[in-house]
């Protein structure tokens, strides 16, 4: 199929529009875009769901949301104008036929959204009925969120249901991770800095460690996250995306082929976790009860609507090795789990000891450089480097001294830009570098397919952590193990 220059869309249908994410995420992102002057002047949003709405009681839908969500910084005048923008079409997802309805307000050749902000089990269903009414057109593009299946086979699935009427070019799947400010800096600080782009292999680094704290717990999610767990939740998706920024090799240009194609080579030179290494290499838990902030919280297996014998884990520490010539001998030590000590998001890079110390008089092992770049919140990049302590002693002693290399620049913007706002605005233009591209889904899903086995074989209950703690003991002899410690 031909593609059309890439114009902005002037046609966006949220399918799910009821939903959550739409609800927290996409009319706020919307609302932004709208007030920056980044929609066509007469862009229509057209929200689709199965819920009963007439026009005018979607966009007091719409408005609500944006008053809980945005909050203070909301401006009245622009959101009754904003909202004006938004029509409603009530849709079984499942017939078909209703399709017709959505054909009948949108406009046949123009540039025109998808947003499948519904369960993924339903986007085979909502890209046959847009092909039945000929909505699927060129002109068309969609975006879809994740989890793209629970494994390989169902991903394959749901992506050949889509792609039976969608060009994989005109596809966009979601990882918010990637439209995040600090997630894209670093490709910034990587290629535009020779101080780093030039110590960035196993010669100079000894190890990388990737943190996803969350502090919030499953959010009345049971049923979605019982059969999900943090492994698919976060790993397959965020820590793997971030993880391949980091060490991809230097794309030609930012071109999405280009960037896409040396990720795609880091996720499939990850080392194969399976039954040989698994209790090597991982580690998994579960929250039990404890006290985030100074208040009870129930552990996993108390949250509403538990069963009390799920396995499902909530953290995951794992010892990634890439098999490359870069990184020959780098571990890349990820952990990630709800209901941690705090809300902390962080790449650690620690750089090789010096071979020899004529400072031994401050130190018997010199501490090595460190590279800590702070994803979320108060975001920022560190580097620790030995400096002389100033003044006059009899010996020459050293310490450690830490350069803040901060965005300014963020911290004294008006508001933080939401990931998603980033994300609609290049799904809008065309733009599909900040989307993962189809093979990266299935190599993802491979790696994480086999840990998942190796766990279900193994027969081991998940390790129990407390809630608002740094996960179970043994993610610390992981690391330990290697004769290393966590950032903390
Ligand atoms: C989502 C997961 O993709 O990312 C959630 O489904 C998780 O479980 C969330 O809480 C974390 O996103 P952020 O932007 O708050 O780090």
């Known amino acids: 199929m031909s593609q059309p220059t890439i114009q902005s869309a002037e046609q966006i249908v949220l399918f799910g529009a009821a ?39 979607f966009q007091a839908f719409v408005k609500e ?30 017939e078909q036929k209703a399709f017709k309805s959505l054909a009948k307000v949108l406009k046949g050749d123009v540039y025109t959204l998808y947003y499948l902000a519904t369960p993924p089990s339903i986007y085979g269903l909502i890209a046959d009925g847009l092909n039945a009414h000929k909505l699927n057109s060129e002109y068309a593009r969609v975006v879809m969120e994740k989890p793209i299946g629970n494994d390989l086979e169902s991903s394959k699935v749901i992506n050949d249901l889509v792609s039976r009427h969608f060009e994989e070019s005109q596809i966009y799947r979601i990882d918010h991770y990637l439209g995040k400010e600090t997630v894209l800096n670093l490709l910034s600080l990587r290629f535009a800095n020779s101080l780093f782009s030039t110590n960035w292999d196993h010669t100079c680094i000894d190890h990388v460690q990737i943190t996803v704290a969350e502090s919030v717990g499953i959010e009345g999610r049971w049923g979605f996250y019982d059969g999900t767990g943090q ?7 965020h820590l793997l995306q971030i993880l391949s920024l980091l060490a991809m090799e230097p794309p030609t240009d930012l071109s999405s082929e280009n960037i896409r194609d040396e990720k795609l080579k880091v996720i499939k030179a990850l080392r194969k976790i399976d039954h040989s290494n698994i209790q090597d290499k991982t580690v998994r838990g579960q929250y039990t009860k404890g006290h985030m902030n100074g208040d009870k919280v129930p552990g996993y297996l108390e949250e509403e609507g538990a069963n009390v014998n799920s396995s499902t884990e909530t953290f995951v520490a794992i010892k990634a090795e890439i098999d490359n010539w870069r990184w020959a001998g780098v571990p890349f030590y990820l952990r990630t789990g709800k209901r941690m000590a705090c809300k902390h998001s962080e790449v650690v ?14 130190f018997t092992q010199l501490p090595a450089n460190k590279l800590t770049i702070r994803l979320q919140p108060d975001e920022g990049v560190e580097l620790t480097v030995m400096n002389k302590v100033p003044g006059i002693t009899k010996e020459l002693q050293i310490r450690e001294t830490k350069l803040d290399l901060s965005f300014s620049d963020l911290k004294d913007a008006s508001r933080v830009i939401d990931a998603y706002e980033r994300l609609i605005l290049s799904a809008i233009n065309g733009n599909a570098g900040l989307f993962i591209r189809r093979d990266e889904v299935e190599a993802s899903w491979q790696w994480v397919d086999s840990i998942m086995a190796a766990w279900e074989n193994s027969n081991e209950a998940p390790k129990s952590y407390a809630s608002g703690s740094w996960g179970p003991v043994s993610s610390i002899s992981l690391i330990a193990r290697d004769d290393r410690e966590w950032d903390e």
């Not at 995420?25 to 980044?38: C, G, I, Q, R, W």
């Not at 945005?70 to 938004?86: A, P, S, T, W, Y």
């Not at 492994?231 to 998706?237: F, S």
């Open 349 to 362: 890079i620690h750089f090789k000891h010096q071979p020899h110390n004529i400072f031994d008089s401050s």
């Open 19 to 57: 939903g959550d994410l739409s609800k927290r995420k996409l009319f706020a992102a919307l609302y932004h875009l709208y007030n920056e002057n980044l929609l066509v002047d007469d862009v229509k949003i057209i929200g689709v769901a199965r819920i009963e709405f007439d026009d005018a009681a």
């Open 65 to 94: 949301s944006l008053n809980t969500f945005i909050g203070e910084q909301i401006n009245d005048e622009k959101v009754e104008q904003f909202i004006l923008h938004f029509s409603y079409v009530k849709l079984d997802f499942a």
């Open 231 to 237: 492994m698919r939740d976060m790993v397959q998706n």
